[in-house]
């Protein structure tokens, strides 16, 4: 492949990196590095977001080293359609500048071309717009629910308030954006995109928080077979979990429970934790190893 294909290609494992990242938060930044499970992950990934697959042989041979060749196409469009494209050729037209011809530059005095220049420039910059989708419901998620920074150089972290839509809009003049997501009921990320001035509006998946909805169930009462419930309970947890809870007002901490402790008082139908509110969760590989909750009505 030629100097701009490799550009290209490489923007594409990029963005690979970045969509099955908003799902799994332990998945290595850098796609070169992913060994078989997580290239199992992003086969899983594949098959529900697209109805596609690739095979691992193709991914070392494409993804992990320097092959000569691009893919074929019907896989370069597949990955595209995956990282919210409509094809290929939809992907690589954001490496290609839309050219604005100016016919009519003898016409006006110079002040006013520059700022009609300047303007055209601009145009179709400026506002982007976000929209966070249920990667199971399709849905977009309820903004209560998760938290979003603009993560600027040289800046610390600024949150962004939900617009009239329940989506997220930014004004910049900037090739591209950071954000951090931050959720109780969602896995937490670090994502990258890159504007297109022809498309000002993208739908950004994130993956739910299973076991932290689960826990919220099961303190509402909601999932039934005490026996079956205590044991999925005790296995999402690693064995030496610290489960913080929190003030009702502020964040400090009221009570520390082991993993033992938690689910008994969890289970009791006593009620003392009952109406639970997951803050935030920590994970070791697969399990829960730091839990932080509040109670109190809902």
């Not at 220049?117 to 910059?125: A, E, F, H, P, W």
């Not at 629910?145 to 040289?154: A, P, R, T």
Request: aromatic share 12%.
């Amino acid at each position: 492949m030629n100097k701009s294909e490799r550009k290209s290609f490489d923007r594409l494992k990029a963005e690979l990196a970045n969509t099955l990242r908003a799902g799994y938060q332990n998945v290595p930044e850098d796609i070169t590095q992913w060994k078989s499970k997580t290239i199992e992950k992003l086969q899983e990934d594949l098959l529900e977001k697209v109805n596609g697959r690739i095979s691992e042989k193709w991914f070392y041979t494409h993804i992990k080293s320097d092959h000569d060749n691009l893919p074929r196409i019907d896989i370069l469009d597949l990955l595209s359609q995956y990282v919210g494209f409509q094809g290929w050729d939809d992907f690589l037209s954001e490496d290609k500048p839309i050219k604005k011809k100016v016919k009519w530059y003898f016409l006006v005095p110079i002040p006013l071309l520059l700022l009609a220049i300047i303007g055209m420039y601009y145009s179709g910059k400026g506002s982007h717009q976000f929209c966070f989708i249920d990667t199971y419901t399709k849905q977009v998620i309820n903004p209560s629910e998760i938290e979003v920074f603009w993560l600027k150089k040289g800046e610390s972290p600024i949150p962004v308030p939900p617009d009239s839509t329940g989506c997220f809009t930014f004004n910049t003049n900037s090739s591209s954006i950071k954000l951090i997501i931050k959720s109780a009921y969602y896995h937490s990320d670090t994502l990258t995109r890159y504007f297109d001035e022809r498309r000002t509006y993208e739908k950004l998946r994130l993956r739910t928080d299973e076991y932290a909805r689960i826990i919220r169930l099961v303190s509402d009462g909601k999932l039934e077979e005490w026996s079956e419930r205590k044991l999925f309970l005790e296995n999402m947890f690693t064995d030496n979990a610290k489960i913080y809870q929190l003030m009702s007002q502020g964040n400090y901490a009221l009570a520390i429970y082991n993993k033992e402790e938690f689910v008994r008082k969890l289970m009791l139908p006593s009620g003392t934790l009952k109406k639970l509110d997951v803050i935030d969760t920590e994970y070791e590989g697969d399990k829960i190893s730091v839990l932080r909750f509040k109670t109190g009505k809902r």
